[in-house]
């Protein structure tokens, strides 16, 4: 099994990032797919999830409406577009992908917003 992010690094706030995750290994379809991310000196926190065929997400109330959470279960990948982003934002972001009995979880991407 393996969860691959990447499209994480260094911007201005205000700006967008898009992180893509990679899946392998398990059946990608049938799993709840989610970004977490995790500050310095803070616990790991749930940004947003998507369900296993797409319609249906969640996000945490502090990026509503600048994230946004997608699949595509054709390439095995989840994605999170991150628009106008703020320096609280900085975080290592981590792919989670979740069953019933099963969770797996990346090695996780910088992302730093900083002028």
């Known amino acids: 099994v393996q969860l691959v992010e990447s499209g994480g690094g260094l911007v201005q706030p205000g700006g967008s990032l898009r992180l893509s995750c990679a899946a392998s290994?398990?059946?990608?379809?049938?799993?709840?797919m989610s970004w977490y991310r995790q500050a310095p000196g803070k616990e790991r926190e749930l940004v947003a999830s998507i369900s296993s065929t797409g319609g249906s997400t969640n996000y945490v109330h502090s990026v509503k409406g600048r994230f946004t959470i997608s699949r595509d279960n054709a390439k095995n990948t989840v994605y999170l577009q991150m628009n106008s982003l703020k320096p609280e934002d900085t975080a290592v972001y981590y792919c989670n992908a979740r069953s019933i009995t099963l969770r797996y979880w990346g090695r996780g991407t910088q992302v730093t917003v900083s002028s």
């Open positions: 290994g398990f059946t990608f379809s049938s799993y709840i």
